[in-house]
């Protein structure tokens, strides 16, 4: 379908179905996801939609293909490399190669995001217990990751 028409009242779009955002671990809380551009000939990336769930949050990860993000609704904030940061709609956030990020969504309401990313990508790293520890020397970073 060429078209996907968006429902406000639900948040959802049609003929989109929910996805499983990862079949196992206990590294993330809260989180669906919806694939809105798969499988587009000519086009090299996907275009899908993140929810988390209020207090839920993304896995802590890092791999070498690259994220685009539109904040869509809600509010939170995100770990990008050494850095934390608020985020609210219609915020841009770029994630690079190789850095280590997690989102967290605010305690009152979902955060709902686009998240843009390679079709053929290499599959996302865990930090090692030796790196979670370098991350963890930051004391801001520390209070806020989940693991
Ligand atoms: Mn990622």
Redesign the pocket.
């Known amino acids: 379908m060429a078209i996907k028409k968006f429902d406000p009242t639900r948040f959802r779009w049609s003929g989109v179905p929910e996805k499983v955002y990862k079949t196992s671990g206990t590294h993330f809380r809260d989180i669906s996801r919806f694939e809105l551009v798969k499988n587009l000939s000519g086009l090299a990336c996907q275009l899908r939609y993140f929810e988390i769930q209020p207090g839920g949050y993304s896995s802590l ?1 890092r ?1 070498q293909h690259a ?1 685009a993000v539109l904040i869509l609704r809600g509010s939170g904030q995100v770990l990008i490399g050494d850095s934390i940061a608020a985020i609210e709609p219609f915020d841009v956030v770029e ?1 690079p190669p190789m850095t280590w ?1 997690q989102f967290y969504a605010a305690d009152n309401e979902p955060l709902g995001f686009l998240c843009i990313v390679d079709c053929e990508r290499d599959r ?1 790293q865990r930090p090692t217990p030796e790196e979670l520890e370098q991350l963890r020397a930051n004391p801001a970073i520390a209070a806020m990751i989940r693991v």
């Open positions: 990860e791999h994220h994630i990020h996302p």
